[in-house]
DNA sequence: TGGTCATCGATAACACTGTTCCGATACGCT
DNA sequence: AGCGTATCGGAACAGTGTTATCGATGACCA
């Protein structure tokens, strides 16, 4: 054997960081493997002995972004009232959302043209949606939410959260819009529109 | 002056027809410039000198394609039901998505990176969202929905389908699940979550 | 009609990207 | 000590968007 490797976990992680600041700083356009190794002190081939390429590179921080999320959503507190929670886990999500909204990008809305998750990062990004399917299977299995498949009902929660991040995150929203309140609104009439008919009272707004 | 031009009108839309293609074929990263050029039997200087530069040229695509969209929003035709109605475009505006993914994504997922619409571009963008407006100022008018502000109902319906729709063209919708009746689920539950309670019984399916 | 010359457009160059190759390096082993 | 080899960094390659160059062109005016 012959010279040891200099290319570390030490160097991975630095590597990771400074990408993650070149992504927040100018967005997903400016992340090159060439500025990003010249910043970290090193060259472009530590980035490819280490990740492997730059949609690899784009992967950990994919994974390391979910992270995040997952810790986020799987903390909220939970009341036990479907609609509330529900809220709640939206409101989450857009915090994490807006605390790093490029990283949001790679996540959500594949803002990095070449990359495609791999299984295992495809996996922990389902994982982290397990709370809110447990909130809408008890929801259902009590009769409070109508007896439609429990995916149905997932995937809405999941659209309208992440309809309503992508619109502000990208300037869609009309001016002088009181975002915070609109948002828990939309995400209430969203819940309540899943109640049965007869428990139909809990009044939005 | 001298020699009349030879870019002319229809070397345009020769160059934006075969961009949709490259777009539709392959996606926006496969949408260069100099193929576009080749494709089209001219020189990459004839792109710069009819539409500037390669987001000028996105932006051309972003207006055909909302006007596309904006056609197909306007001929949805409508029942007088709020409900009824908000599902009917929110399943139109599914068709305008499926019809030409890639389109979508340049419209609303700034799927090309340097991209950012003109002014012109935008307010087209909006005009293309009126039916949705007047239908829901209507159903407020009417004492139909909850007395909010119109633009968060709007901003909500808009949400429930862009997101359900970005999950779709994502490949992020679970395995067996049948789009098509439970996209109508979620528009209706949404929809349904803005009923002043006392007409609430209209029951989602 | 012939000459001038502004203008157009294709070629080539530039600065950048991700990726690959290859030779110099520097350690572990004999 | 010296060999061998895995490792690393710089250079090379193929591609991108963009810009500059410069020859060809055709409309105007004499």
Tied chains: 1, 2.
């Excluded at 490819?48 to 994919?62: E, T």
């Excluded at 009341?79 to 709640?88: F, I, K, P, S, W």
């Excluded at 009769?143 to 997932?154: I, K, M, R």
């Excluded at 959260?161 to 609104?185: K, Q």
């Amino acid at each position: 054997m012959a010279r040891p490797r200099t290319h570390d976990e030490a160097l991975r992680l630095k590597l990771l960081d400074r990408a993650g600041e070149l992504l927040a700083a100018d967005g997903p356009k400016a992340l090159s493997l060439r500025k990003l190794a010249a910043d970290a002190g090193t060259s472009t081939t530590a980035v490819y002995s280490l990740f492997g390429s730059k949609p690899d590179l784009v992967n950990a921080l994919y994974t390391e972004g979910f992270r995040r999320f997952g810790a986020r959503m799987a903390g909220t507190p939970l009341t036990g009232d479907a609609v509330e929670d529900l809220v709640a886990l939206g409101s989450a999500y857009r915090t994490s959302a807006l605390a790093d909204p490029h990283l949001y990008g790679i996540m959500f809305t594949k803002s990095v043209p070449g990359f495609e998750p791999n299984e295992d990062a495809e996996k922990l990004a389902r994982e982290t949606l397990k709370p809110l399917e447990r909130i809408i299977r008890r929801a259902i299995a009590d009769g409070v939410f109508l007896d439609v498949p429990p995916e149905t009902v997932a995937v809405g929660c999941w659209a309208i959260v992440h309809g309503l991040v992508s619109l502000e995150l990208a300037g869609n929203l009309p001016e002088e819009f009181d975002v915070t309140t609109s948002y828990e609104a939309a995400l209430r009439a969203n819940a309540s529109g899943w109640l049965r008919p007869q428990s139909a009272g809990t009044e939005p707004s």
